[in-house]
């Protein structure tokens, strides 16, 4: 049997590998060098792709059987790729997405059909990866990264089950991400702003190239980026590509109703341009049930990457506008604006950066503007604190700081406070243990207020499971 054996089942692969348990796969990725946790590549580990491409090549390239969207973006590219797959999933296609980071356990990075991998699953496909991985290391190519190992392992989950579409979202930056050996069918950038300046850049422009590396020669590109100098980079790359942009605010258009107690989603309208470069349908009164003007615009660039799918794709692997609305009308994305009711309400949300907490504000502003709204705010501490807390203060009555324990980045709570004290004016409170910090919250909030949990995707993961737990 090769790894990339195709005819025998997952259980059987599995068992093939005597003595190997599920434990022992999770400890192999988790021993690799993880850009998760780093906040800057180092010398012994440059990000490249030589190796991505070597690792694939000796599994058999799994990549070049898949029919793939990909994904990038500063912010709303999980967002936009959970509806780019929950549209395929609707129209009857079978369908593989790959996002990071997790919030509970990883599989959730690897899906088909909404699912995630299980663990029988993941044994046989780490196994697959770490035989390949091992045969290019003896060659001299080095260690493979984690998330060079999963996006491997998303890509042999999607061939083995058959996917007739693969979403990948991007995991860092775009042109020396890992997802970024597919040959896709359409690319997209959702959004551009200032977030891993460390690895990227200091500017937007620097930012918009490295993110607009994604952008293949010929390939239709979606573009969800309203800065207008990251826009321009965009523009000027996809021409020297020969690649066909859809530009939203030029060649497509959202406007969105702002939600009404008695509606129970809100919508919004896809206008096209006619002058569009290519063909792009009207959608009226579209529901959306992920809340925020931002999310309809990740919808809007969701519906502007399903026409592109359609020009090439054959009738039956094409996205039907009644698969469209359905899949918007019904998606969510744990740890996105995750409403979780209660006295008081919780809202669970990843915002880590200016731009997507500025995105959560509003939200907070159109539907909570007359509550008491507390904050638990936890993050990074490659993270731009001078610009989030002032734009989170301005929404809540108070915040709650504390810290994740899950990974080594987190920014000390006391060193937050002082910040706080400088730039907001206002001494807040320090609880060390997030849980802690959740109660205090809750009650500070009062039975008829709202917490909001905010600043990490690690704070997010560490107290999703007690509020799935009690809802």
Not at 242 to 268: E, G, I, M, N
Not at 340 to 359: M, Q, Y
Request: negative net charge; aromatic residues 6%.
């Amino acid at each position: 049997m090769t790894q990339h054996d195709t005819n025998m089942p997952d259980d059987q692969q599995a068992l093939s590998q005597p003595g190997r348990s599920y434990a022992q796969s999770l400890d192999y990725l988790y021993g690799r060098i993880n850009y998760e946790r780093l906040s800057k590549p180092s010398p012994q580990h440059p990000m490249k792709l030589a190796r991505m491409q070597a690792l694939l090549a000796e599994m058999g390239d799994p990549q070049a059987s898949l029919k793939i969207v990909h994904i990038g973006g500063t912010k709303g590219k999980g967002s936009t790729a959970s509806m780019v797959a929950a549209i395929a999933t609707q129209a009857g296609l079978r369908c593989g997405l790959y996002t990071s980071p997790h919030l509970e356990s990883l599989e959730e990075r690897f899906r088909v059909d909404g699912e995630p991998a299980t663990q029988q699953q993941m044994v046989s496909l780490i196994d697959c990866v770490r035989t390949a991985a091992d045969a290019i290391r003896h060659r001299g190519e080095g260690d493979a990264t984690f998330f060079e190992l999963t996006t491997a392992v998303a890509i042999e989950h999607f061939r083995r089950s058959g996917c007739e579409v693969a979403v990948l979202e991007v995991g860092l930056g775009g042109r020396l991400d890992s997802t970024n050996v597919c040959s896709p069918e359409v690319t997209a950038i959702t959004s551009i702003g200032l977030d891993h300046q460390n690895l990227l850049g200091d500017t937007v422009q620097q930012i918009a190239t490295e993110k607009a590396g994604i952008i293949k020669p010929g390939v239709p590109v979606v573009s969800g980026v309203l800065n207008p100098d990251a826009a321009e980079v965009i523009r000027r790359i996809a021409a020297q590509r020969q690649a066909p942009l859809l530009q939203l605010d030029r060649d497509f258009s959202v406007r969105r109703d702002p939600p009404s107690a008695s509606a129970a989603l809100a919508c919004f309208d896809f206008q096209p341009s006619p002058t569009a470069p290519l063909p792009l349908r009207q959608h009226a009164a579209c529901p959306l049930a992920m809340a925020g003007l931002h999310q309809a615009h990740n919808a809007a660039v969701a519906l502007a990457i399903a026409d592109c799918w359609n020009l090439n794709a054959p009738e039956s692997l094409q996205f039907p506008e009644s698969a469209c609305r359905q899949a918007l009308a019904t998606v969510s994305v744990p740890g996105r604006i995750e409403f979780f009711p209660g006295k008081p309400i919780v809202i669970l949300d990843t915002a880590h950066n200016r731009d997507s907490v500025e995105a959560l504000a509003a939200v907070l502003a159109e539907r909570f503007e007359s509550q008491n709204v507390v904050a638990v705010f936890g993050t990074s501490h490659d993270k731009d604190v001078r610009e989030m807390l002032p734009i989170l203060a301005r929404n809540v009555k108070q915040i709650v700081l504390t810290r994740y324990r899950t990974n080594p980045r987190w920014y000390p709570p006391q060193d937050l406070a002082a910040i706080a004290s400088e730039v907001v004016g206002q001494s807040w409170e320090v609880v060390e243990n997030s849980h802690d910090a959740l109660q205090v919250a809750r009650h500070r909030a009062g039975d008829a207020g709202v917490v909001v949990i905010c600043g990490s995707f690690f704070l997010a993961a560490e107290l999703r499971r007690s509020l799935v737990d009690n809802d």
